[in-house]
């Protein structure tokens, strides 16, 4: 029964230890780094929010207009860098949750001020 304890023990130990460390991820080169996906997405959403109050009072003729947002072209960033990026930081889990946390407080922080201009003074490392 003891050698079955230290066979767990052990196995548990090593398992840990064989575990990647999301926060020591080394970020390729054909993907965005944090702040500039957190800088992005944050962008998206405000485009997003923005668009869905426009679309309420758009006429059909000028429904086209109510997009004029383009996060990525705003941000100079290419689509198949965006979809690395995506691709990349949708698997390493915790490194996403670690930027959404920051991207709802960037965007609580624009709430909160009522102005998108302050979007640059938000910090993005806590």
Request: charged content about 25%; hydrophobic content about 40%.
């Amino acid at each position: 029964m003891r050698i079955i304890f230290i066979y767990i023990f052990f196995s548990a130990f090593l398992f840990n230890a064989c575990s990647s460390n999301e926060e020591d991820v080394k970020i390729p080169s054909d993907v965005l780094s944090e702040e500039q996906f957190i800088k992005v997405l944050t962008d998206c959403y405000l485009a997003e929010g923005a668009a869905g109050i426009n679309v309420k009072n758009v006429t059909g003729q000028k429904f086209d207009s109510a997009y004029i947002f383009n996060p990525l072209k705003d941000n100079q960033i290419s689509k198949p860098l965006f979809d690395s990026s995506i691709s990349f930081y949708t698997k390493h889990p915790k490194l996403l949750k670690i930027i959404y946390e920051k991207i709802l407080d960037r965007l609580s922080q624009i709430q909160a001020n009522g102005k998108i201009d302050t979007l640059d003074s938000v910090t993005v490392n806590k």
